[in-house]
């Protein structure tokens, strides 16, 4: 691996104009792609084969209706009764609007309050909701606020997707700044920025071009962006830092450029290699959103990879000299941070090992109380217009009005049994009489929950729907959806750590040659992600501290959160086991002490793993500013997340745990190690100057 990595840092530092051109050719072609086969994206979540959706296909199939045109709501209030004339009026403006195919009247359709305060109408669109323009939908809103009544508005048609590139500018800023703290050269700073945005560039264009022929969340891009642009910058800062070791150890620039690509590459490989099985893993979850979002931040997070190991040589290459600082600082006799702390946590590794797993059990105990939900309205902002138009209809008609179920009865002569049994449960508000379909072979009632639609009592009551034994008796409608989409994501969980941990475990041991070290690697993510729940549940549900995050509404946890921090975090975490640890193997392979191997590796790649640390927080972090539910907890999970693996279990557990295990840490049984490659993660054939890279230098021509 390290002798391959080699030859091609080599290759593209030398042919640099070439390979840059190369790179430029293939950002254009995706770009006309992406310009010429993008299509429309989706927050609509669905999985196939669960009840609710059976049952959304049997209603569609003999009721003849359509989930493809797009609907609106429209919510009257007032602060005395409606006026009758005004909201008819408002009804008929409705009814001219642009593509609106038809409007049910409050008054004629009996959606108003007992209080005579609150009315809705139901706009229906002649076109699916892809299809509704923003003038489109501007229109619609004029239309309604014509008569003089006061109006909000909900439904897929009036959630604006704004374009917002904040988290990202934010998240540029700091990991720039942190970069020019590290390197002291605002080239070396510039390059991992440049590179990974060039990373992060191809990655989104080929999401783009994927959305032309695959169903993609809306969420999907952002999450590419996020992690694209956090190891794209992060595996660049480890190969820039060994190129200026290479050079200050007297190599030439090629030299130094094969050397680095060789080295600190190979870890970049096996780092991404973890991030990528994790994200591709989710595809064995059976959920197709989920699927697609993992394998589009999978690819990303791989052309991340692939650009690390070929531009960043080639961009080396351009800067030359320049990567160094401009003035040379004189020698330091102090000793560096890395090692100070180092030293401090061997010294005193019983007392670091039990403070740093008291801080993180401390902070992991919310986790308890964790609940998952699905985002509807009631977590929108509290000034949105479909926040206001939620709270509106809670209040005139009860909270379960905003998440009605629907009952499908496929045997019609159990319809009225069926009615009256589900109108004697509990949390029952209202059950409709059955509506039977024109060839008389399928039913179907709507019953109201007195619940609002996340809370237990109505995850309960649909239950206790579905144990009626009722032949023939399904439960659907978005909040029924929403329950079979949490349980299927929550029953995925288990099989998806297992083969993630799984894979991860043979890499790391294929990495490290050890047993106990990948054994400690899965422990220590194991803290880390626990204590990124607990944080999580603490903010997000329980809305402690949410205000310094400008958290407006609080309420469960996204349902895909867990399945997807555990992914992210996972991959990451192991980036940080890898770079770090990988240095300290390195020098215990070629003879050092365990313990001196340890405080080498510290030296060395605390100052870089900090920086990296800091870059990826600041990445996330900038994301808690999105809109968007799920980008906006997974931004806050993973920069605290980060924050706990890096510091606190990277930093501190790990070398005081290798410290403990000694030379054992790395023992092998013999019949593994003779079956296991050697992979030569930590580059000992270039050190040895074996002859493979003898003659490849021999053969090299002379650069231009």
């Known amino acids: 691996m390290a002798t391959l990595l080699y030859r091609l840092g080599r290759f593209s530092f030398r042919r640099r104009r070439w390979t840059l051109a190369v790179w430029v050719t293939v950002l254009a072609l995706f770009g006309i792609g992406a310009a010429t086969l993008s299509g429309p994206t989706s927050n609509a979540f669905s999985i196939p084969g669960t009840e609710s959706s059976r049952a959304l296909d049997v209603l569609a199939e003999r009721f003849g209706g359509t989930s493809d045109a797009a609907q609106a709501r429209v919510v009257f209030t007032a602060d005395s009764a409606l006026n009758r004339e005004t909201v008819e009026k408002a009804v008929a403006a409705l009814r001219s609007a642009p593509r609106v195919a038809g409007v049910a009247d409050p008054f004629e359709a009996k959606t108003i309050s007992q209080d005579q305060r609150t009315a809705y109408a139901t706009v229906t669109y002649s076109v699916p909701a892809a299809d509704v323009s923003i003038a489109d939908r501007e229109a619609m809103m004029a239309a309604a606020r014509s008569a003089g009544v006061a109006v909000e508005f909900s439904g897929e048609v009036t959630v604006t997707a704004e374009e917002s590139h904040s988290a990202e500018a934010i998240g540029i800023v700091v990991a720039a700044f942190v970069l020019l703290m ?55 800062l480890f190969v820039v830092s060994r190129y200026r070791h290479e050079l200050a150890e007297g190599h030439d620039g090629e030299e130094a450029a094969g050397r680095a690509a060789g080295t600190a590459g190979s870890a970049v490989v096996f780092a991404g290699l973890t991030v990528v099985i994790a994200l591709a893993a989710l595809s064995v979850t059976g959920i197709p959103f989920l699927t697609a979002m993992g394998l589009a931040a999978a690819a990303t997070v791989a052309m991340a990879v692939v650009i690390t190991l070929s531009l960043v040589p080639a961009v080396l290459g351009f800067a030359g000299r320049r990567i160094l600082p401009r003035r040379r600082r004189p020698a330091r006799t102090a000793t560096p941070f890395g090692e100070r702390w180092g030293r401090g946590v061997l010294r005193h590794r019983w ?34 217009t479909q926040r206001k138009a939620y709270d509106q209809l809670a209040s005139g008609f009860g909270a379960g009005f905003n998440g009605p179920l629907v009952v499908v009865l496929e045997n019609v002569a159990v319809a009225e049994q069926a009615q009256r049994a589900i109108a004697a449960l509990d949390d029952v508000v209202m059950v409709t009489p059955p509506t039977v379909n024109p060839a008389g072979d399928t039913a179907m009632l709507t019953v109201v929950p007195a619940s609002a639609p996340t809370s237990e009592a109505t995850k309960d ?114 980036d940080y086991e890898v770079f770090l640890v990988t240095r300290t193997r390195e020098e215990y392979v070629h003879g050092a002490a365990p313990d001196d191997a340890i405080l080498s590796g510290m030296k060395h790649g605390a100052r870089v793993v900090t920086a990296a640390a800091l870059i990826m927080m600041s990445v996330f972090a900038g994301f808690i500013l ?70 490849e230098r021999a053969d090299l021509p002379v650069a231009a």
């Open 626 to 695: 999105a809109d968007d539910t799920i980008i906006k907890s997974l931004g806050f999970a993973l920069a605290f997340g980060v924050a706990v693996d890096a510091f606190l279990v990277r930093m501190t557990i790990v070398p005081a745990v290798l410290s403990l295990l000694g030379r054992s840490a790395w023992w092998l049984p013999a019949w593994l190690d003779r079956i296991l490659p050697d992979v030569d993660v930590e580059g000992s054939r270039l050190t040895t100057s074996s002859p493979a890279i003898t003659e």
């Open 461 to 574: 009551l649909v239950h206790a729907i579905r144990d009626a034994n009722l032949p023939g008796l399904s439960v659907t409608g978005t909040t029924a959806v929403n329950i079979d989409i949490s349980e299927k994501l929550t029953g995925a969980l288990i099989p998806y750590l297992c083969i993630v941990v799984g894979l991860a475990f043979v890499l790391l041991m294929l990495v490290f040659r050890s047993i106990l070290v990948p054994v400690k690697a899965t422990a220590g993510f194991l803290l880390s992600v626990g204590a990124a729940f607990g944080a999580l549940v603490t903010v997000f549900q329980n809305g402690h501290l949410a205000g310094l995050i400008g958290l407006e509404s609080t309420g469960p946890i996204v349902s895909v959160m867990p399945i997807f921090l555990i992914g992210i975090l996972f991959g990451l975490a192991m």
């Open 182 to 236: 590290t390197f002291g050269s605002l080239v070396a700073a510039g390059l991992p920025l440049l590179t990974a945005m060039a990373g992060v560039g191809v990655g989104m264009l080929g999401i783009q071009i994927a959305t032309g022929f695959f169903d993609l969340s809306s969420s999907t891009s952002a999450l590419a962006t996020m992690l694209g642009l956090a190891v794209g910058i992060d595996y660049a």
């Open 351 to 384: 007392i670091a090992l039990i403070v740093s797993l008291g801080l993180i059990a401390a902070v992991a105990v919310p986790v308890f109380d964790l609940r998952l939900a699905l985002p509807d309205d009631s977590t929108a902002a509290a000034d949105s």
